[in-house]
């Protein structure tokens, strides 16, 4: 692969330079719709350089195909960005967020608050004067929920194209479940922008192969193959042919060999669209900032304004007024509610009359749908949760989340997700449920159960684009591999998504697998990122408390802990009910007096605070035993319930996890102590481990004894 720069583009297409707009297409220099499209370039590049940052190159480059696609394909009605069955686009090159913004603002999308759409726009030309500025409509990648008419958060390379392809996995097991003949409620397509960074990161291959491999016709990707970085040509370190390799994947490719071909482009579009058993990428070449005299092909235009001389020269180039910024001429917002605003205004009120037709035909099937779109949950969905009797011998947290899940999935159908090969493992199979395949493979778009393969990072990735296609998806693995998801786990929380994960062998218990398989930072990290609510049971008591309580979460998303090896069901009679999870930590067992120590554990540790507690209240010591399954519901307490649970006069306290030490002492204090991991695990049988380090009724016996001063 060859680096395609602009002088080499200009002479191959008989120009004197390649400031000059090209004539392939049929746009003319007065023709409205090449007006629009230099309206989106020559915003963006007035844009970034009053934020004197951003990136105005991408936006340059691809506006034709934005416009193209936005004006002449894409079935989505900008007085209704909410509309359920509309296409979604999404700028997986997150930093070209000027060509989103601009697109919005001119198409005249409406704002949304509170899930409502407001008769006003979400994005003004003085919006986009204040690109990148604090508390603007406009922030430097574009954020779901901050700016209507965004489908998702895309910044890290690669994301938005792993929440495409579950954005058309939602669309599959839709249209399975709610169309009937005569009533295709659910028919749309998801496009997405990508670039050279999105096809060197690992994220994007795993996600195409999931996609090639689930037959997605739904799914086209547009792929900027502008062969420039920030270091410079791609040639640097990306020379493999990205065409060879997706046909590999299965899917179809196409290639537009001059991005400023709208005509061109437009044929392949409807190319793209007549595969239905095959996703489609559409291969774009195009000159980074085309028009630039002396930036166009280059990296400089990648990252960094162009500059006033510069600019000055690109608007003369395009024949543009040369002493105006921010300029929208007249006619170019009414052309796009000529095409774009009354295409998507006829197809959303077709789509609204055909389903009120629907819910007199299928009222079951419409009052599930509303329950999705809406984001509540239906009537009983918690009716058939078990309890679990006190046994000393217990079960395995996984086993008895596996049972509880299943419990739930009975009653709400959109509970759908899958694990990264280990479903055997993690037991997050939803039983009668079917596999989520083509029928090629065996399975349906009906299925409930996601098989993502050992695909960790496409895995979180598609998890948000379930969730933002309003089904509630969960996504499993080993918690050691949530280090291969701390992209999209982090997202998740960004766009207060209520994803669901599902980790299970969360500690040295793992055993025999050794310290590759054995978390010990895990914890500390999911903690540490603001919005996550992580959970970690002590109980199968404490799994159905959390599922109760993390299944109506609608704005953020909740991770469960579990355990590989059995862990004691708590006898519930002696000690408190499992319900005070809710609340992150209760106190589970108490001596009726001022403690002298305080223990404080979460999951498989639970049950050693228990027994050294009941060996001191034995030897007449007080004693008390927190356990603190979730930090962050914990914190969300008042501080009277806080101090009630934790007095601040006992300052005698050991906390105990098989984890990092790191965030303990903000409830044990700089003079208590922490049972924990110091350094990795080993490989042995799980009892030798514990033993080794320290997880046994003796050292946290001997821990409370010493802060107790006994």
């Not at 420039?228 to 537009?256: D, H």
């Not at 329950?371 to 008895?400: E, F, N, Q, V």
């Not at 708590?570 to 999870?581: F, H, Q, T």
């Amino acid at each position: 692969m060859r680096s395609f720069h602009a002088t080499e583009w200009g002479a191959a297409n008989g120009m004197a330079d390649a400031s000059r707009a090209p004539e392939t297409g049929g746009a003319s220099a007065g023709n409205i719709d090449r007006i629009c499209i230099d309206t989106i370039r020559t915003l963006s590049m007035d844009a970034v350089q009053k934020a004197n940052s951003g990136h105005p190159g991408t936006p340059m480059a691809l506006a034709p195909v934005a416009y193209t696609l936005w004006q002449n394909v894409l079935n989505y009605d900008p007085a209704n960005p909410l509309w359920p069955a509309r296409d979604r686009f999404v700028l997986s090159v997150g930093h070209a967020s000027m060509l989103l913004y601009s697109l919005i603002c001119l198409s005249g999308v409406r704002d949304v608050k509170n899930g409502t759409v407001l008769n006003a726009p979400s994005l003004t030309v003085e919006d986009l004067e204040q690109f990148r500025q604090l508390d603007s409509k406009t922030p430097g990648h574009p954020e779901y929920h901050h700016t209507a008419g965004i489908e998702t958060t895309t910044g890290p390379l690669g994301q938005g194209c792993g929440n495409s392809v579950g954005m058309a996995i939602a669309e599959k097991w839709l249209a399975a479940r709610f169309n009937k003949p005569g009533f295709p409620l659910f028919d749309y397509h998801v496009y997405t922008l990508c670039g050279d960074g999105d096809m060197m990161e690992g994220v994007s291959s795993e996600a195409a192969s999931t996609a090639g491999h689930l037959k997605l016709g739904n799914l086209i990707w547009m792929y900027d193959a502008n062969q420039i970085s920030i270091e410079g040509s791609t040639e640097l370190a990306f020379t493999e042919n990205v065409g060879k390799r997706f046909e590999a994947y299965g899917w179809q490719v196409l290639t537009l060999a001059d991005a400023n071909d709208t005509e061109a482009f437009s044929k392949l579009l409807a190319e793209a669209k007549a595969e239905t058993d095959r996703p489609t990428m559409i291969v774009l070449h195009s000159v980074i900032a085309w028009g630039s005299p002396k930036k166009a092909g280059t990296a400089a235009a990648h990252g960094e304004p162009l500059g006033v001389d510069e600019i000055t020269a690109t608007k003369r180039a395009y024949g543009w007024p040369e002493d105006k910024s921010f300029y929208v001429p007249e006619g170019v917002t009414e052309r796009f509610q000529q095409r774009l605003g009354a295409r998507g205004a006829t197809a959303s009120k077709a789509w609204t009359d055909l389903f009120a037709a629907y819910r007199k035909e299928f009222p079951a099937e419409a009052a599930e749908l509303d329950l999705i779109l809406s984001g509540d949950l239906p009537k009983g969905w918690d009716a058939d949760i078990p309890s679990y009797p006190a046994d000393p011998k217990g079960i395995a947290t996984r086993a008895s989340s596996g049972e509880v899940q299943n419990a739930i999935a009975k009653n709400l159908p959109w509970l759908v997700g899958g694990s990264a090969d280990l479903a055997p493992s993690t037991k997050t199979l939803i039983k009668n449920g079917g596999a989520f395949q083509p029928e090629a493979w065996g399975g349906s778009y009906a299925g409930r159960n996601f098989h993502f393969g050992v695909r960790e990072h496409a895995m979180g990735s598609i998890v948000n684009g379930l969730a933002l296609s309003g089904l509630r998806p969960y996504g499993a693995g080993f918690l050691i591999f949530s280090d291969y998801m701390k992209a999209p786990i982090r997202l998740s929380a960004l766009m207060h998504l209520p994803a669901i994960y599902i980790f299970t062998h969360d500690s040295i218990g793992v055993g025999e697998d050794g310290p590759t398989h054995q978390p010990i930072e895990q914890l500390t990290q999911l903690r540490a990122t603001p919005g996550i609510v992580t959970i970690r049971p002590g109980d199968a008591n404490e799994v159905v408390e959390a599922w109760r309580t993390l299944i109506p979460f609608r704005d953020r998303p909740a991770v469960l802990a579990l355990s590989r090896q059995n862990l004691p069901t708590l006898d519930r009679s002696k000690y408190a009910s499992a319900a005070g999870l809710a609340k992150g930590g209760y106190v589970l067992a108490d001596s009726g007096k001022t403690p002298a120590v305080i223990i404080i554990a979460t999951g498989s540790e639970v049950s050693l605070a228990i027994e050294a507690h009941e060996k001191l209240e034995a030897e007449g010591v007080a004693s008390r035993v927190v356990s603190m399954p979730s930090w962050e519901l914990f914190e969300e307490q008042p501080q009277s319930y806080r101090d009630e649970v934790l007095p601040p006069s006992v300052t005698a306290r050991v906390a105990v996890e098989a984890a990092s030490p790191i965030g303990w002492h903000r409830y044990v204090g700089l003079t208590g102590e922490v049972v924990c991991m110091h350094g990795f695990g080993a490989s042995a049988p799980a009892s030798a481990l514990l033993k080794k380090f320290g997880f046994t009724v003796e050292a946290v016996l001997a821990a409370a004894k010493r802060q107790a001063s006994l």
